[in-house]
T-cell receptor, first 111, second 112 residues
Framework: AQSVTQLGSHVSVSEGALVLLRCNYSSSVPPYLFWYVQYPNQGLQLLLKYTSAATLVKGINGFEAEFKKSETSFHLTKPSAHMSDAAEYFCAVSDWDDMRFGAGTRLTVKP | DTAVSQTPKYLVTQMGNDKSIKCEQNLGHDTMYWYKQDSKKFLKIMFSYNNKELIINETVPNRFSPKSPDKAHLNLHINSLELGDSAVYFC???????????FGSGTRLTVV
């Protein structure tokens, strides 16, 4: 069965610092992988997705993620954190039937 | 014009009551979903419908019953509400695998 594991339930960075949120996947078939962001009291919003076209995927708000098959990873990065990036981030894996989410990583950005 | 809309946004009710949450999408997507998000933010799929046909029915108490009158609507009816049902329920839709989901803004259900 497919699944994702997010390493670190809480990540804290200073404004302007690099953001790195980690995600490892488990899938018996080439996966579709996603990152979503959830701001307080809102639904989930798609940040970016990997669908086997290119291993480095660029998303909205300056985020990007790199698919590494050898490491079964799909880590999310942003070169410079903004205060507005503070939110909950979810990694997810999908096959034809449904999407399974990681437990989420709460990103805090300090001034 | 909201793509996936859920009503109500907040729902406070007593144990034992029956309640419904409605979901509508105007994206023309074929598949709709219900997810439950608990207090620790963990998201769990409950149901999936493709063009009005039930595709996924996870291990959910049979007090929960989804209904899809057409492919743009997926409602969730809950009977005999329990304290443990308190959570945020999200509706989502997608066109096909690999395209990602579009989520509604959620319904916060509080059972007292």
């Amino acid at each position: 069965a497919q699944s994702v594991t997010q390493l670190g339930s809480h990540v804290s960075v200073s404004e302007g610092a690099l953001v790195l949120l980690r995600c490892n996947y488990s899938s018996s078939v080439p996966p579709y992988l996603f990152w979503y962001v959830q701001y307080p009291n809102q639904g989930l919003q798609l940040l970016l997705k990997y669908t086997s076209a290119a291993t480095l995927v660029k998303g909205i708000n300056g985020f990007e993620a790199e698919f590494k098959k050898s490491e079964t990873s799909f880590h999310l990065t942003k070169p410079s954190a903004h205060m507005s990036d503070a939110a909950e981030y979810f990694c997810a894996v999908s096959d034809w039937d449904d999407m399974r989410f990681g437990a989420g990583t709460r990103l805090t950005v300090k001034p | 014009d909201t793509a996936v809309s859920q009503t109500p946004k907040y729902l406070v009710t007593q144990m034992g009551n029956d309640k419904s949450i409605k979901c509508e999408q105007n994206l023309g997507h074929d598949t709709m979903y219900w997810y439950k998000q608990d207090s620790k933010k963990f998201l769990k799929i409950m149901f999936s419908y493709n063009n009005k046909e039930l595709i996924i029915n996870e291990t959910v108490p049979n007090r929960f019953s989804p209904k899809s009158p057409d492919k743009a609507h997926l409602n969730l009816h809950i009977n005999s509400l329990e304290l443990g049902d308190s959570a945020v329920y999200f509706c989502a839709s997608s066109q096909m695998a690999g395209h990602g989901y579009t989520f509604g803004s959620g319904t916060r259900l509080t059972v007292v």
